[in-house]
């Protein structure tokens, strides 16, 4: 709570590398990210494949804007908070909890692989 955001995204940025995710090609990021200390230390780093591009805000807006990729976190999160034990904090370790987004995630993708379920239709019969 007491850690700059762009402070401490420079240990989850070293674990993204190309071994464990070897698409990843952009990482999106608001404009608490852009950081001078922050770029200067992403220059330096030789075997990142990936960029950060920082969303801003249009320049004179006032209120709520919606900027693009900015809800695309907000909205998986929303979805994954649909899975029961994702509701709340259930798991008292981190890899556990993991397990569960993963679990979660493989559902979410499942659903939308599979075809849409063929209604039955109404039929309404008069009983006599």
Known sequence: ASVDDAEAARPVMRQLSDAR????????ADSKYHNHRLRAWIDRQKNLNWELEVVRRPKGVKGFV??????????TFSWLNRWRRLSRDY??????????????????????????????????RVMA
């Open 91 to 124: 798991e008292h370790r981190a890899d556990s909890a993991e397990s569960m987004v993963r679990i979660a995630s493989i559902g979410r993708m499942l659903r939308r692989l599979s075809p849409p379920p063929k209604q039955v239709a109404f039929k309404y």
């Open 21 to 28: 995710q070897p698409r990843l090609k952009i990482v999106w």
């Open 66 to 75: 919606l900027l693009p990729k900015r809800w695309v976190v907000e909205r």
